[in-house]
C-alpha cells in the first residue's frame, strides 16, 4: 500500500489530447485537483495525488517532480477496527513516501492516532508519530490527535518548528505530552488545543511563544488554569474557552489585578458539562477595549453563583454588568442553548437592543461560530 501502481500505458491514438498540454498548464490542474493547502488530500482514492501518477508516464514524472502535491499530508491509524491489519501499516508506509517526495517544503500534517492503550495499537501508533515528528522543523500546520502513550526513545527536551504558524493538539495521555518537550515555534500565531494535564500548557512552550499567539482555543479548561494562561497572551484578538469543571472558588478572581486584553475582538465561553463553572467573577476580571464579538450559554453567569447574591436569577443583568466592566463597543453577541420554549426572548432582546446583530441560541447541538460574523475561522 505504501507503492503507486505502475502508470497504464495510453492505447495508440486514444486520449493523446492529454500529451499535448504545456507543463505549466498540467501543473496547474494537477494543483487544482487536490485540496487547497494546508487541507490534507486523502492518501488514497479521488482527489489524491497518488491517482495523477497511474495515469500515464508524463503525468507521473510531472506529478513526482511536484513537491506542492505532496506536502499536506493525514495519517488516519482510525479508519479500521483492526489497528495492526496491513491496510493500516500500508498508510504509515505511504505517508513517508509522501514525505520524501515533498522534498524541503513546508508542510501541512495532520495525525489522527488510536487513543487507547492496547499494545497493538501502540505498535502502530508509535511508528507513524515518529516519522511526523521526525519532520517537525517543516510543519507549517499540524493538527495532532496524539496517542494515549509514546515510548520514551521518543523524549526530546525540546524540539524547534521554525515555521510552524497553526497547530491544533490532543491528547488524552500525559506520556505523549512529554514526548513532545518544550517547543520553539516563533512564528505560531494560532493554538487550538486539549491536554490531559492542564499544568503541562505551561511547560509546551516559553513564554515568548505564549506572547505572540492571536489565536487560542482551550478545550476542557478549567478556569483555575485559562486565567494564568490569558495572563501571558496580550497579543491575542481572538479566544475561545470551552469550559470544563468549575476549578477554584467562585471569589478566587475578586480583587485580583484586572487583566486588560488590548487587542482581543472575539471571545467565545462554553461548556459541555451540567456542572457549570462559576464564570462571572471570573469575566469581570478582564477589560477588553476593543471585544466586538462575544458568545456565551447563559447559564454560566448565573447557575453557581452564591445564594441571595442575584436580583436576576437569570443571569441576565450580570452579562449587561460584565459588558459594561469590559469598556467595549461589542457588535455581535451570541446567547447560546437558551430554553426552547422562547421565555428569555424577550428580556434578552431588551437588556442587548443595542447590539446590532443579537444571536438567540436554543439548540442543545454544538454551536459552532460563522466565520461571516466572527472574523476567524477555526480549526474543524
Known amino acids: 500500500m505504501g507503492k ?44 489524491s495525488p497518488s491517482i495523477l501518477t497511474n495515469v500515464c508516464r508524463w503525468w507521473r514524472t510531472t506529478a513526482l517532480d511536484m513537491p506542492k502535491l ?11 477496527d483492526k489497528p495492526t491489519n496491513l491496510y493500516q501499516k500500508g498508510i504509515v508506509e505511504t505517508a513517508r513516501t509522501w514525505l520524501v517526495r515533498s522534498g524541503g517544503s513546508p508542510i ?7 487513543q487507547i492503550h492496547a499494545i497493538d495499537a501502540q505498535d502502530l501508533n508509535m511508528p507513524a508519530t515518529e516519522i511526523l515528528l521526525m ?20 523524549y526530546l527536551k525540546q524540539r524547534f518548528m521554525p515555521l510552524l504558524v497553526a497547530m491544533r493538539l490532543t491528547s488524552v495521555g500525559i506520556t505523549s505530552e512529554q514526548a513532545l518537550g518544550q517547543i520553539h515555534a516563533p512564528r505560531l500565531h494560532t493554538f487550538d488545543s486539549r491536554l490531559s494535564q492542564d499544568l503541562h500548557y505551561f511547560k509546551l512552550f516559553s513564554s515568548d511563544v505564549w506572547s505572540h499567539l492571536t489565536t487560542l482555543k482551550l478545550r476542557d479548561i478549567p478556569l483555575d488554569s485559562a486565567w494564568p494562561i490569558l495572563q501571558g497572551t496580550p497579543a491575542l484578538r481572538h479566544c475561545w474557552l470551552e469550559l470544563w469543571t468549575p476549578g477554584r472558588g467562585i471569589n478566587d478572581y475578586t480583587g485580583t489585578i484586572l487583566r486588560v486584553l488590548l487587542h482581543l475582538e472575539t471571545l467565545i465561553v462554553t461548556s459541555p458539562t451540567t456542572i457549570l463553572p462559576p464564570c462571572e467573577p471570573f469575566l469581570r476580571g478582564f ?23 442575584l436580583t436576576d ?11 459594561q466592566c469590559w469598556m467595549c463597543e461589542l457588535q455581535v453577541l451570541s446567547i447560546l442553548k437558551l430554553p426552547l420554549d422562547g421565555t428569555l ?32 475561522d477555526w480549526f474543524s
Open 4 to 47: 503507486d501502481t505502475p502508470p497504464v500505458p495510453l492505447p495508440e491514438g486514444q486520449n493523446t489530447s492529454i500529451l499535448t498540454l504545456p507543463t505549466e498548464i498540467l501543473i496547474q490542474i494537477f494543483l487544482y485537483y487536490i485540496p487547497i493547502y494546508p487541507e490534507c488530500p486523502p492518501l488514497f482514492g479521488r482527489h
Open 70 to 80: 505532496w506536502r499536506a499530508i493525514h495519517v488516519d491509524l482510525t479508519l479500521s
Open 108 to 114: 501541512s500534517v495532520s495525525l489522527t492516532c488510536h
Open 135 to 154: 519532520e517537525c522543523a517543516r510543519w507549517e500546520y499540524a493538527i495532532m490527535r496524539l496517542p494515549s502513550h509514546l515510548s520514551k526513545k521518543l
Open 287 to 309: 477589560v477588553l477595549p476593543s471585544l466586538r464579538r462575544f458568545a456565551i450559554r447563559l447559564a454560566l453567569m448565573s447557575d453557581l453563583d452564591p445564594p441571595g447574591s
Open 313 to 323: 436569577p437569570l443571569g441576565i443583568e450580570l452579562l449587561v454588568h460584565v459588558l
Open 345 to 376: 426572548d424577550q428580556p434578552i432582546q431588551e437588556a442587548f437592543q443595542n447590539i446590532a446583530y443579537l444571536e438567540l441560541n436554543r439548540s442543545n447541538n454544538a454551536w459552532y461560530p460563522n466565520p461571516e460574523f466572527w472574523g476567524v
